[in-house]
């Protein structure tokens, strides 16, 4: 297996980020770290930093910046990313996010920022239909339900609709990701870092896509001058 990677994910609310990092976490063998997560993880276990992310969340506003940067570089210090590297899926989300992690990881600190492109009607339809394992996060769609109704496939978890995958919070997430986390594409082209992969289709054809093009990427750095 290769590991040591550092890489990000970058894409509009549901164009795969999360089912894709999960994936290129467990093949390179490093820790996954999606804020989303975190965030829902603290709201479910009610601590007060939890209710109040929650709050944004329900409306589809981001959380603040300086929140989510102490989440991301406490998250970051420790043993296994410092060691093995991380899959950032859901950061940065802004250029003020983006700024504070390239002060975080210091020079050659990411190997690569991958943008899943999918159209916007197509991302519309997978949220509008998109249901998830309260405890394991698959997702699933009501196109393509668990076997069994409700239960997911995976560990018999309750499978539900996001709280903010309504359709208000939903438009309120695209419009923020086209104000602010779309400059982000030019932020990591402009440090040649930028991967794009079609992120239509079916998710095992977008996963290879995304492992030739990290590695791509990867071996065109390794034998670039420096
Ligand atoms: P999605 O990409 O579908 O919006 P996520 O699970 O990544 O789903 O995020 C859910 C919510 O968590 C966001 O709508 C936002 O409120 C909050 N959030 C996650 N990551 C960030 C971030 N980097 N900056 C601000 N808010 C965030």
């Not at 795969?16 to 997560?37: C, E, F, L, N, W």
């Not at 930093?49 to 998250?75: H, N, Q, S, T, W």
């Not at 695209?174 to 992120?199: A, H, K, N, S």
């Amino acid at each position: 297996m290769s590991s040591g990677v550092r890489l990000l994910v970058l894409g509009k609310q549901g164009a795969g980020k999360g089912t894709q990092a999960v994936r290129m976490a467990a093949h390179y063998g490093v820790p996954h770290i999606s804020t989303g997560d975190i965030f829902r993880q603290a709201a479910a276990d009610r601590t007060s930093f939890g209710l109040k992310a929650k709050e944004y969340m329900k409306r589809g506003e981001l959380v603040p910046d300086d929140v989510v940067i102490g989440v991301v570089a406490e998250r970051l210090a420790k043993e296994d990313v410092v060691d093995d590297g991380f899959i950032l899926d859901g950061f940065p989300r802004t250029k003020v996010q983006a700024e504070a992690l390239q002060q975080l990881l210091g020079p050659n600190g990411l190997d690569a920022a991958v943008d899943i492109d999918v159209p916007t009607e197509v991302v519309i339809d997978r949220i509008s239909g998109r249901l998830v394992c309260r405890t394991c996060g698959t997702t699933y769609h009501v196109s393509k339900p668990p076997k069994v109704d409700r239960l997911c496939d995976k560990d018999g978890g309750d499978v539900v609709q996001r709280e903010d995958d309504t359709p208000d919070a939903v438009k309120r997430r695209l419009d923020l990701y086209e104000q602010d986390t779309r400059p982000l594409l030019e932020y990591y082209d402009g440090l040649g870092l930028l991967i794009t992969v079609d992120g239509d289709g079916d998710p095992d054809d977008v996963f290879g896509r995304i492992l030739d093009a990290v590695e791509e990427a990867r071996q065109s750095r390794l034998s670039a001058p420096r």
